[in-house]
């Protein structure tokens, strides 16, 4: 499948796939006004005219005129005394995000950029040359300055690619392409790496796994819910309507979906218990207001990968305008929210956990019949109290904060690329907690098994224990969580009633 950049709006999906090989990108029918923006450029960086970005120096210094033969080593000097990052590499995946949100970003024909530029960077993405970006240094406005510096040396054949796993030097890999390094020409530097592709690219990945992980933590919750022996009532559709929010409405749906047909939950419809504790009565109402925080953040973040977002944007030959649109506020503020949605996700999964440790209802406690001897399933809950209390430490919203910088001219940045590694900190911890829940819920439906539970939760018990057998006596669980975290890194369990490889 080709995805026609500039010409199609772009989608998390469509991002994704790009990404991972299941789409080719094309520069089909941009030529034209990638072209016209480029004459623009041409025209003024050859005037007397000072334009910000074209003909003068950057930040602080955008008072200074450069000349016309200065322009060649202005644009390298950019990438050089930019590329100041620092810390471990970021995720091999998220480069080549980058890159490709860039070029769709370019072929909008606003940044003046020529087409030899954008096809190089095309060639990478369809190569996988991918760049070595460190994770520190961008304070998210001005764009994403220091990682896209990174990102964006190996075009004029410094910096490095990753090789496997291997980093080797920009100047070995091009050569080995037969590739000379690009000599950057007026304002081309600036349009490289003014933009919010670091904030971006995060959100994206953020946004497709938190998707399977709302799935999921429904299915923890439904999975516990069955162990517990709890009331399906409070996902009743008429509850939703008179309280209409959106992802609660979905996640009741779904509750229902994954309750259907229980044997289990039906045999007790008629017991002694009044209601069930908030973390399994209100599930829909927790995992809703994540799903809303999902939600707008998705919106946003599609939004932004079909905006431009370098400067200064040439809108015409009469106005080349020195704006903001490089300022990472509008994702930075939503990444912190998701930030909260997410980590709320895990903190209710482990007081599901620990009740059903309690020994509650005809359960044993520690979910161990042979209690003394063994501690059974006790301390896995204390990996989720510490998961919790560490994603809780990561939800201080770095967009609440703005430290100046480039001596005032940046005087108030987002501090974007920061919330949105943070998120995806949060969500990797999200994945070890729901986990540690789907263990614990299919080690109680052991003592549930005169009745058998809804279809789905009992494939996602045969799933598990494939991977992870009943605990009976005291064993090594590091293998059995680190089993557990591997299945929902492969997204091996079932989290609708779609048929799934």
């Known amino acids: 499948m080709e995805f026609n950049y500039g010409v199609e709006q772009l989608t998390i999906g469509k991002v994704i796939d790009l990404a991972r090989g299941k789409r080719t990108g094309i520069l089909k029918e941009v030529t034209p006004k990638i072209n016209k923006s480029r004459n623009i450029v041409e025209k003024i960086s050859q005037s007397d005219k000072a334009v910000y970005g074209i003909n003068t120096g950057f930040g602080p210094l955008c008072d200074t005129q450069i000349t016309a033969q200065e322009t060649v080593q202005l644009q390298e000097n950019l990438l050089l005394t930019h590329a100041v990052g620092v810390g471990k590499p970021i995720d091999k995946e998220l480069s080549k995000i980058m890159m490709i949100c860039k070029v769709h970003a370019l072929c909008q024909g606003y940044s003046g950029i020529r087409l030899e530029v954008i096809e190089r960077i095309l060639f990478f993405i369809e190569n996988d040359l991918l760049p070595v970006v460190p994770e520190q240094g961008s304070v998210g406005a001005s764009g994403d300055l220091a990682p896209l510096s990174h990102l964006f040396l190996p075009l004029i054949g410094k910096g490095e690619f990753w090789v496997g796993d291997e980093i080797v030097s920009a100047k070995v890999v091009l050569a080995q392409h037969g590739l000379q390094p690009v000599r950057l020409q007026a304002k081309e530097g600036l349009a490289l790496i003014n933009g919010t592709q670091f904030i971006v690219a995060h959100a994206v990945k953020a946004l497709e796994k938190m998707a399977y992980l709302l799935d999921l933590a429904d299915v923890a919750g439904a999975m516990s819910l069955e162990g517990f022996q709890g009331s399906a009532d409070p996902f009743n559709a008429g509850l939703y309507e008179i309280r209409p929010f959106k992802g609660t409405k979905v996640v009741a749906e779904r509750m229902r979906m994954?309750?259907?047909?229980?044997e289990n939950l039906k045999a007790h419809e008629n017991c002694d218990r009044v209601?069930?504790?908030?973390?399994?009565r209100c599930i829909a109402h927790v995992h809703g207001a994540s799903r809303n925080a999902f939600y707008h953040l998705k919106e946003l973040t599609e939004i932004e990968l079909n905006s431009v977002t370098d400067n200064p944007i040439v809108l015409s030959e009469t106005e080349v305008i020195s704006g903001g649109n490089f300022h990472g506020q509008p994702l930075a503020m939503a990444l912190d929210y998701v930030s909260i949605a997410a980590s709320e996700l895990g903190n209710i999964s482990d007081r599901r956990c620990y009740l059903l440790l309690e020994g509650r209802y005809g359960l044993?406690?520690?979910l161990t019949e042979k209690g003394g001897l063994n501690s059974g399933l006790m301390i896995p809950q204390y990996t989720t109290a510490a998961l919790v209390a560490e994603n809780k430490s990561l939800c201080f919203p770095p967009s609440a904060?703005?430290?100046?910088?480039?001596?005032?001219?940046?005087?108030?940045?987002?501090m974007g690329s920061i919330s949105g590694r943070k998120l995806n900190q949060i969500l990797e911890n999200l994945e070890k907690i729901l986990a540690i829940e789907l263990m614990y819920g299919a080690q109680a439906l052991e003592f549930r098994r005169t009745n058998k539970c809804s279809d789905l939760i009992e494939r996602n018990y045969k799933i598990i224990r494939k991977s992870v057998p009943k605990l009976e006596d005291d064993r090594l669980l590091k293998e059995d969580i680190d089993a557990m975290i591997a299945l929902v890194k492969l997204r091996s369990l079932v989290v609708d009633n779609e048929v799934t490889s």
Do not use: F
């Not at 994954?258 to 229980?262: A, R």
């Not at 904060?401 to 987002?414: K, N, R, Y």
């Open 275 to 280: 209601q069930d504790p908030y973390s399994m």
């Open 401 to 414: 904060d703005s430290v100046p910088t480039s001596l005032g001219q940046e005087d108030h940045v987002s």
């Open 258 to 262: 994954l309750l259907e047909g229980s």
């Open 364 to 366: 044993p406690r520690m």
